[in-house]
């Protein structure tokens, strides 16, 4: 489902997957028999909004850019390039859209290791940024209650009403992306998503409905939890009686 306006996807595989404890990048950790970075590929391709795909990479990692090369050979017409990424999480966006094709008028920036993202919230952030929003993150409502601490002392309790749960694709206006990302330096990791940028400039962000299966595998339990989803999937629905 390509849209009027070109779009770009930026997806960042750049980490080094410490806190997953597998030795490896993250986006080469198997899940399911596949890597995260194979499967993130698969759901932006299988929605059919990019006119090109930017993978951001670890430095010399030939595993991967194997898999951006499998990847770029069943996308048609949609390209797909690796790209180095840097030191930190706005280091490496900024390395992705240094490499999208000036004619990218839309950019979605995809985390990796959200790997289980279904197409469709691609499709609903691509379309919110093509009928005018600078700026489009996908949300869950938080159903925790949340502290605010200092130190070791509860100070507040916000409304979790109010509250949302931030997801990846993040779409965005590219001029005005590339805009935000001038006004922080790459080295500074204090910027967590591209929204944040985007908000310090004064744009609005608006908001659609992310999903369930967009949630980052970051942990162990997040890779057995994935596994079991995929596991699921397989196994097809299951018979009653």
């Known amino acids: 489902m390509k849209h009027a306006l070109p779009v770009g996807v930026v997806v960042v595989a750049a980490g080094s997957g410490q806190r997953l404890g597998q030795g490896i990048p993250k ?4 899940c399911g028999g596949r890597t995260l970075l194979e ?17 951001v990479l670890p430095e010399g990692d030939d595993v991967l850019s194997a898999v951006v090369s ?7 017409n949609t390209t797909v390039v690796p790209v180095t990424g840097g030191a930190t999480r706005t280091a490496s966006v900024r390395a992705g859209l240094d490499a999208l094709p000036p004619s990218a008028a839309v950019v979605l920036v995809h985390d990796a290791a959200r790997a289980l993202t279904p197409p469709e919230v691609f499709r609903r952030v691509a379309a919110a940024v093509a009928a005018g929003a600078p700026a489009v993150i996908p949300v869950l409502p938080v159903v925790d209650t949340v502290k605010v601490v200092d130190g070791d002392v ?13 997801q990846t694709p993040q779409g965005f206006d590219a001029p005005a992306l590339r805009l935000a990302h001038e006004g922080i330096h790459p080295a500074d990791p204090s910027a967590t998503d591209d929204a944040m940028l985007m908000e ?15 949630f980052k595998v970051t942990t162990p339990l997040d890779l057995v939890i994935a596994e079991a989803v995929l596991a699921r999937e397989a196994a097809g629905p299951s018979v009653a009686g």
């Open 27 to 30: 986006a080469r950790v198997l």
């Open 39 to 55: 499967r993130s590929l698969d759901a932006v391709l299988a929605s059919g909004v990019a006119a090109s795909i930017v993978v």
């Open 70 to 76: 499998r990847a770029a050979g069943r996308a048609g």
């Open 154 to 166: 509860v100070t507040a309790t916000p409304d979790r009403g109010a509250l949302r749960a931030v």
């Open 200 to 214: 310090a400039r004064g744009a609005t962000v608006r908001v659609v409905d992310g999903d369930a299966l967009s």
